[in-house]
């Protein structure tokens, strides 16, 4: 948040997961005093939203204590912007979803809150987070592109990946992942490989990445980075990638243990 930006701070009281559900029911248009089986409702909590109730309140309370929530800003407006990034319908189709409200401030809120969950990227995704564990191994990242659909705009935006159509390569970063071992090596990168394609998964399973990007092109990677946010936000709320199990010399910890890698976008 820049100096001369004089929002208040939110001092609401922080919400619970069933505030956030009963928020979600009325968006469900269900009865927000008749919760269903806890799996099924946060099932239905990450088709709308992009993650579960644990996740969004982790987010939720970041953007708290960075001051980061817009004045008036509410649970429901944090929900419409994970919901646009999610099902990235028609501005029309999500405010209706949204219980009818007006699409101009359905999409007030949604650039509101796009900002400001992109402001958490350097406190979400650390960089020196590769580093830890670390021996000496040469290999701590691995990185990757990823093409995203434009409307037409001309050769300089081609992709070979949509038949030459336009399309945004974002790049991202994952850490730490890598092999030591020269032994190793190609098991090693096969499986930095594969981890990484469970990242390319989950980011493709939000519709602003893997539909057809409608907004001002400036805008998309704003979308990409607060998904990455929220996904790595779900990484250290537990749905973990699996290791890749690169040895780091000398290979063994003191007690003979193998070292492992952490997860991290």
Request: net charge neutral.
């Amino acid at each position: 948040m820049s100096s001369g930006d004089h929002r208040k701070r939110y001092r609401a009281e922080p919400p619970d997961a069933e505030f956030a559900l009963q928020k979600a029911r009325e968006i469900w248009s269900r009865d927000t005093r008749r919760p269903r089986a806890v799996a099924t409702e946060d099932e239905d909590f990450c088709g709308f939203f992009g993650c579960g109730v644990l996740v969004f309140l982790s987010l939720w309370t970041l953007l708290e204590c960075f001051d980061q929530i817009p004045p008036g800003g509410e649970v429901c407006h944090l929900m419409w912007t994970l919901m646009f990034l999610k099902i990235y319908a028609r501005n029309t189709v999500l405010s209706s979803l949204a219980g009818g409200v007006d699409p101009d401030t359905y999409m007030k809120w949604v650039w509101l809150f796009l900002d400001d969950i992109v402001y958490l990227n350097c406190h979400v995704i650390i960089w020196k987070n590769r580093l830890k564990l670390d021996r000496g191994n040469d290999c701590l990242t691995s990185v990757d592109c990823t093409d995203c659909r434009i409307p037409n705009h001309g050769p300089d935006f081609a992709s070979h990946k949509f038949n030459k159509k336009s399309g945004l390569r974002p790049m991202y970063i994952k850490c730490p992942a890598g092999f030591a071992n020269p032994e190793e090596t190609l098991f090693m990168q096969q499986r930095v490989r594969n981890r990484q394609e469970t990242i390319n998964e989950r980011v493709k399973n939000w519709k602003a990445i893997d539909g057809m990007w409608r907004h001002e092109i400036t805008r998309h990677g704003d979308a990409f980075r607060a998904i990455l946010i929220v996904s790595q936000l779900a990484i250290n709320s537990g749905e973990r990638l699996f290791p890749c199990r690169y040895r780091d010399p000398p290979y063994h910890g003191p007690g003979g243990e193998m070292d492992l890698d952490d997860d991290g976008l």
